[in-house]
Each structure stands twice: as structure tokens, then as C-alpha cells.
């Protein structure tokens, strides 16, 4: 079945970086795209960004450019969300969700990863 | 960035009731050429990640009941469900992907009454 696999936990001291990654396995891998979603404790959905699978083309949140990095490695059917220079706020559940994309400007998350927890703190 | 806000906040309503969110968005995401509202519909239960519902403002996702509804169009949209079910205790968010950052509202929780 389509699903995408998290990697685990990960707790970070401030100013460090992590690299969350998310294996796709189902389906053609490079005819989607995956975005990257986070979600701070009792808060709502923040959108980061997203890749494209097929050709490697990012758009990011203005919030977050210069501090990630988002890949694909198709040989893995694997993308990976880096975050550098880590502060208490992005303390989060970081997601990975499918991307459908289209001509028509459709862009819709139609499988989720479970959710990695990223805790930031001292 | 495009900013969406959601009414109400919450709301707790009996089994069986018709359920009304509201999503605003403070500009238009209506693309004329196309006629489409890029608009989305997730659903996020607790301790589990969001799920789609319906795209193009009003376009059921596969799979999801047809008590769910969308309408609206360029800045105004409602997901309505047609008789609350048990399992539809979640929050609800409007998604918007009509120009990047593409924003999330803050959410709607819906219990019940």
C-alpha cells in the first residue's frame, strides 16, 4: 500500500541542525512531489515547503529560507528535510505529505508520513 | 502571504447535527482562466496526521462520505457536514495553494455538544 515512513525522534541542543527523512514505498516516486509540514505543540499546521520528485524544483516559506534544505534521493524513493541553526521554536512534529501537482496548479497532500517529534532544548 | 481565517474557533454540536466551518481567505484565490478555487480541506484527529478531504474548494477527495461538502468561492468558502458522525470529532483547516507559502488557517475544532 502507499505510505511513507518517518525517521524517528530526534532531540537537539539549540543552534544544531537535524535532517528528518521520509521513504516513500507504493508508488512511482518521482511522478509526485513531497511537501514538509510542521506542527508545534497545541498549535495548528505550518507549511515549510515542498520538492518535486521529479525534477528537484523547491519552494520554500520565506520564514524558513536560508535555514533549510529539502532533497530527494529517487534511487531511495527518500526525501529529506534538513533544519539548520535550530531554536526553542521549532520544537515540532515535522510531517511529510505526497504532493499532487499538476498543469492546472492542483497541489494537494494526499498521504502523510506519521510525523516526526523534533524537541529542541538545552 | 496569503492569510486564512477560520470561524468559528470550535464548536460542539450533537450527533447527527449539521456542522458549518467557515474559511476566509484576505485575498482572492479564485483563478479565472481555469474557474477553480485553490482551496483545500484537511481533517487531523488527535494524535494522527491531517487528511485530505476536498480540493478545488469543493471537490470530494476519494474515499471521503458524501456528508462533507464544500462551497464558496474567492475569498469565502464553508466545509459543511450533512449530520455529524462520531468519527468526525477532529479539526478541520482550510488550506490554500494558490500562491506559495502555501498557508494553512489556524483550525477549526469540532466536538461534541
Known amino acids: 500500500q502507499i505510505q511513507l515512513m518517518m525517521s524517528a525522534a530526534e532531540v537537539k541542543n539549540p543552534g544544531a541542525s537535524v535532517q528528518v527523512s521520509c521513504t516513500a514505498s507504493g508508488y512511482r516516486f518521482a511522478t509526485y512531489g513531497i511537501s514538509w509540514v510542521r506542527q508545534a505543540p497545541g498549535q495548528g499546521l505550518e507549511w515549510m515547503g515542498w520538492i518535486s520528485a521529479y525534477n528537484g524544483e523547491t519552494r520554500n516559506a520565506q520564514k524558513f529560507q536560508g535555514r533549510v534544505n529539502m532533497t530527494t534521493d529517487t534511487s531511495t524513493s527518500t526525501a529529506h528535510m534538513e533544519l539548520r541553526s535550530l531554536r526553542s521554536d521549532d520544537t515540532a512534529v515535522y510531517y511529510c505529505a505526497r504532493v499532487y501537482y499538476d498543469s492546472t496548479g492542483l497541489f494537494v497532500m494526499d498521504v502523510w508520513g506519521q510525523g516526526t517529534t523534533v524537541t529542541v532544548s538545552s | 502571504d496569503i492569510v486564512l481565517t477560520q470561524s468559528p474557533d470550535s464548536l460542539a454540536v450533537s450527533l447527527g447535527e449539521r456542522v458549518t466551518i467557515n474559511c476566509k481567505s484576505n485575498?482572492?484565490?479564485?483563478?479565472?482562466?481555469?474557474?477553480?478555487?485553490?482551496l483545500g480541506w484537511y481533517q487531523q484527529k488527535p494524535g494522527q496526521p491531517p487528511k485530505l478531504l476536498m480540493y478545488w474548494s469543493s471537490t470530494r477527495e476519494s474515499g471521503v462520505p458524501e456528508r462533507f461538502s464544500g462551497s464558496g468561492s474567492g475569498t469565502d468558502f464553508t466545509l459543511t457536514i450533512a449530520g455529524l458522525q462520531a468519527e468526525d470529532v477532529a479539526i478541520y483547516y482550510c488550506?490554500?495553494?494558490?500562491?506559495?507559502?502555501?498557508?494553512f488557517g489556524p483550525g477549526t475544532k469540532l466536538d461534541f455538544k
Open positions: 488550506h490554500q495553494y494558490y500562491r506559495s507559502p502555501y498557508t
Open positions: 485575498q482572492s484565490i479564485l483563478f479565472n482562466p481555469h474557474n477553480k478555487n485553490f
